[in-house]
């Protein structure tokens, strides 16, 4: 998810049974011409590198993986979305992060629906900091999505499958040149049918809660139709959070904004409460949410990886990798800050 508001349980039917009529076929003419068009209206921004274009190839790579229609859109307790999971921990496993307690997946109840299980799971991992101590970060995705509906698989390749390989990245950058501090990866299951993963996280988190200085959340971090802005929600609720924020947003090669944090203003969709992050914000724990524009494909079941530009997700993860070891480098102060406030 990550609507403009927040929805009731699967509110998103409707909305989509009136737009799937007018956007898929439009989308089925234009599938030639896609990967031009993404590459055509690429922001002026995003550059390119070795480096880049290897990060690009690598995302994409994991992205049509997770976003694949074997997958089954990931709904909550579907054996689709159980696949989701298990590529998730294959991953980790090859990467050499190891979960935090004796597994990878941490159980969660979720809602009865026809044809699903109601035991889902958080898959939960950890990179240690070289302090060995002290305050951690939680750096966040949800691994579901809407599953499927009728004829229609819902991908979610942008919702949440960006996000989730995002971190997997994340993960591998902060294992080859680890970070101070602990940081927790966390997948989050039932997103998408009311954050039940990241609520059920933050009542029973692996770590004391206190020692959670704070929460990154990603979900939908790879399209750019939006206008090619990456929005960072949160440094209103948590201001000393912005110069943090603000050192790592002026090297980024993706225009970064601020905002969708307040009731009122130009970014006036306040996206305070709709994803995870908002699991952290009300137990108090700051949060940093990273996301972009709604896009054409937003809950619908066009929403696959072949519509994104690896180059822009590229820049993207490249931000998320920079503020997070800017706010590692910082950390100590954050962490009393995160105190002051609560
Ligand atoms: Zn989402």
């Given at each position: ?11 998103w039917?409707?909305?989509t ?16 011409i ?8 690429l ?6 590198s ?6 690009g190839?690598q ?34 496993r090859?990467l ?9 997946q ?8 026809p044809g699903?299980?109601?035991?889902g ?15 951690a970060?939680?750096l ?13 698989v ?35 299951e ?29 979900d939908?971090?790879?399209?750019h139709?939006?206008?090619g802005?990456?929005?960072?929600a949160?440094?209103s ?15 980024a ?32 724990i700051?949060?940093?949410y ?8 937003y ?15 590229a ?11 800017a706010?590692d ?12 406030s609560?």
């Amino acid at each position: 998810m990550r609507s403009r508001a927040p929805t009731p349980d699967f509110g998103w039917t409707e909305r989509t049974a009136a737009a799937q009529r007018t956007v898929v076929p439009f989308m089925a003419r234009a599938a030639a011409i896609a990967v031009w068009l993404a590459f055509a209206s690429l922001p002026a921004h995003a550059q390119t590198s070795p480096a880049a274009d290897a990060l690009g190839t690598q995302l994409l790579k994991r992205l049509t993986a997770l976003a694949h229609d074997s997958m089954e859109g990931r709904g909550a307790g579907t054996p689709g979305g159980a696949r989701g999971r298990a590529y998730i921990e294959q991953e980790l496993r090859a990467l050499g992060v190891a979960p935090i307690g004796a597994s990878y997946q941490v159980p969660v109840r979720v809602r009865a629906r026809p044809g699903a299980d109601t035991l889902g799971a958080n898959v939960v991992a950890r990179v240690p900091g070289r302090l060995g101590t002290g305050p951690a970060l939680v750096l966040s995705a949800h691994h579901d999505h809407l599953g499927v509906r009728g004829d229609s698989v819902y991908n979610g390749a942008d919702d949440d499958a960006s996000g989730s390989v995002a971190l997997l990245s994340l993960a591998e950058a902060f294992k080859r040149q680890p970070l101070d501090h602990d940081v927790i990866f966390a997948w989050f299951e039932a997103e998408e049918s009311g954050m039940l993963g990241s609520r059920a996280f933050v009542e029973k988190p692996p770590v004391p809660v206190e020692q959670i200085a704070v929460n990154v959340n990603l979900d939908m971090v790879s399209r750019h139709e939006g206008g090619g802005t990456l929005w960072v929600a949160g440094t209103s609720h948590y201001p000393f959070l912005l110069s943090i924020a603000e050192s790592a947003a002026a090297k980024a090669t993706v225009p970064v904004r601020f905002g969708h944090d307040t009731p009122g203003g130009s970014a006036s969709d306040n996206w305070t409460s709709s994803s995870d992050h908002a699991s952290f914000h009300r137990a108090k724990i700051p949060f940093l949410y990273l996301g972009v524009e709604d896009h054409p494909d937003y809950h619908k079941p066009g929403d696959d990886a072949s519509k994104v530009d690896p180059r822009f997700f590229a820049s993207t993860v490249s931000f998320a990798e920079a503020l997070v070891r800017a706010l590692d480098a910082k950390l100590g102060e954050v962490h009393k800050s995160r105190s002051v406030s609560r």
